[in-house]
């Protein structure tokens, strides 16, 4: 069954409006929880790592006010993409650690951003 | 990823088997995990390997040689549900601490 669910599956939004995408771990905490954006036909980049209880960490060339990421509880980790811009539609993947050095990412069915 | 390299896409027809190959740089390396992903839609776990050698998982078998940096996912009995977008990916301590880095996939098309 699925490990983690992400919300909204799609969503389309006007330019200068905010959106914000949930990222939820099903049946486990997690501690720790990775953003990823990926535009067609390109690699996953990471975004952000998020981490419950203190402030996320951003990649390099990731704007951390335009991508607001909070992690307040073991199993919800939300990112809000604020003043929304059409260069920022894109594929939005949420992914969840399970434990071990060894386990391998857990992917949210992702979200496909639109702004028009 | 800027330091993963795959092959832009292949091809291949059914029944086959073919070969992926992915090279990388890391300071802290730490994995190397294969995935699937199909257009639209999330990427899902093949295999993984941390040591040198051959991992099987049924159809799929994964490659590691930590020295030369290279890595290959062999696919074997090709169906045409196998064409769809196969990442190589990493886990580097010392870039992205826990997290995957992503090369930018290799696209494989199936044919009858």
């Known amino acids: 069954g699925a490990v983690v669910s992400q919300h909204p599956s799609w969503v389309i939004c006007k330019s200068g409006t905010s959106v914000k995408i949930e990222c939820r771990s099903l049946d486990f905490q997690a501690t720790t929880m990775f953003w990823y954006r990926q535009f067609p036909k390109q690699s996953l980049m990471l975004m952000a790592t998020?981490?419950?209880?203190?402030?996320?960490?951003?990649e390099q060339g990731v704007e951390k006010d335009k991508f607001l990421i909070n992690h307040a509880s073991l199993t919800l980790s939300t990112l809000t993409v604020t003043s929304a811009h059409p260069e920022d539609s894109s594929f939005y993947i949420c992914s969840v650690e399970t434990g071990t050095d060894n386990s391998p990412l857990h992917f949210g069915n992702g979200t496909r951003l639109t702004v028009t | 990823g800027q330091n993963i390299d795959q092959p832009t896409e292949m091809t291949a027809t059914e029944g086959a088997i073919v070969q992926i190959n992915c090279t990388y740089q890391?300071?802290?390396?730490?994995?190397l995990f294969w995935y699937q992903q199909h257009a639209g839609e999330a990427p899902t776990f093949l295999s993984y390997n941390v040591l040198d050698g051959l991992e099987e998982k049924g159809r799929f078998s994964s490659f590691l040689s930590r020295s030369k940096g290279y890595s290959y996912l062999l696919l074997k009995e090709l169906q045409m549900k196998d064409s769809a977008s196969y990442l190589c990916a990493v886990r580097d301590w010392a870039q992205a601490g826990t997290a995957l880095i992503f090369g930018k996939g290799t696209t494989l098309s199936v044919s009858s």
């Open positions: 890391t300071s802290g390396f730490n994995g």
């Open positions: 998020s981490n419950e209880g203190s402030k996320a960490t951003y």
